[in-house]
């Protein structure tokens, strides 16, 4: 359904408790319109989301592809001019061009920049329902099938959302089967994410670990070697790497761990690694930000299992 909004129902009106949009658009609709308030609170939105079971696509693109995906949305808010084209992702996920049971709400730009606190460069957000994540050995098995998961990348405690976003992208378009994230790493699914992936976060099969390091014992009962992205006094070089007898024939398998900005990987994960590997590097340069040596990596270890 297409939900008109005015100045009546800025952000003081949802966070005061939505009395007023309450009479205005009705209890329910009320409700779904304050999941967009205090968008730029991370801390707030890490709470309201997890509790309410929903991440938020921003921009047409990144809602094409958490639709194609599978993903269900809660509701939409568009800026007026963007609604044209918006209608066909919402007849594609709702089944009309109108949205069905699922609320639309359409208003000014300034009325949306207001409400969510920032001002929306392409017009459109949309509150989507969370998927049930796979658990680790489902990923393991298969995460693409009929092909069987050879490379999947582990991303230990990083904070950055855009980092994580950056990785999941560069993980879509060098043929990353699966990442794994450790229970500390940002969620992929914040706003933030999503969007420097581009929508890709919703194309790459992923899942959180329960335990880490622990979860390694996984890993290698699937068979994975498993390096470690790291500057130590054994580090092989990443050329010599891909060169070893271990990452050729059908059934090599590799799992990449990349560690946090700043500290990098703890002590425990290079200790439990198979090896430690290093990006060579000119001009006194000796390491790269996470999501530039994710690419990198993910590009010189394409041949695994070939």
Same mark, same amino acid.
């Given at each position: 359904m297409i939900i008109r909004l005015d100045d009546s129902c800025g952000p003081d009106v949802i966070r005061d408790g939505g009395a007023h949009a309450s009479d205005t658009i009705g209890a329910t609709a009320g409700s779904l319109l304050a999941d967009y308030t205090s968008l730029t609170d991370v801390a707030l939105r890490r709470r309201i989301e997890t509790e309410r079971g929903l991440y938020m696509a921003e921009s047409a693109t990144v809602i094409e592809r958490a639709i194609a995906a599978g993903h269900r949305p809660r509701s939409f808010l568009v800026s007026a001019r963007w609604l044209p084209t918006l209608r066909p992702l919402i007849a594609a996920a709702t089944g009309s061009f109108e949205g069905g049971e699922v609320p639309v709400f359409v208003a000014p730009e300034e009325v949306?920049?207001?409400?969510? @606190?920032?001002?929306?460069?392409?017009?459109? %957000? &949309? $509150?989507?329902?969370? +998927?049930? %994540? +796979?658990s680790v050995v489902q990923l393991l098995t298969s995460a693409l099938p009929p092909q069987p998961t050879r490379r999947v990348v582990v991303l230990e405690n990083l904070v950055d959302h855009t980092n994580v976003g950056a990785a999941f992208? #560069? $993980? $879509?378009?060098? !043929?990353? /089967? &699966?990442?794994?994230v450790t229970p500390s790493c940002a969620d992929p699914l914040y706003r933030r994410s999503v969007r420097v992936s581009m !929508?890709?976060?919703?194309?790459?099969?992923?899942?959180?670990?329960? #335990?880490?390091? @622990? /979860?390694i014992a996984l890993l290698r009962d699937a068979g994975f070697t498993l390096a470690s992205l790291a500057l130590c006094e054994d580090s092989i070089s990443l050329d010599d790497f891909v060169a070893l007898p271990a990452l050729r024939g059908p059934d090599a398998r590799l799992a990449i761990v990349m560690g946090t900005e700043g500290h990098g990987l703890g002590k425990h994960t290079i200790a439990a690694s198979d090896y430690t590997v290093k990006i060579p590097m000119d001009h006194g340069v000796d390491s790269l930000n996470v999501a530039a040596a994710s690419a990198v990596v993910f590009w010189a270890t394409r041949g695994? @299992?070939?």
């Open positions: 949306l920049e207001r409400m969510t @606190g920032f001002h929306l460069h392409r017009g459109a %957000l &949309a $509150a989507m329902q969370r +998927p049930q %994540l +796979p992208r #560069s $993980a $879509a378009a060098l !043929g990353i /089967d &699966a990442v794994l !929508g890709t976060v919703f194309q790459v099969p992923w899942t959180r670990l329960e #335990s880490w390091p @622990g /979860d695994v @299992g070939a």
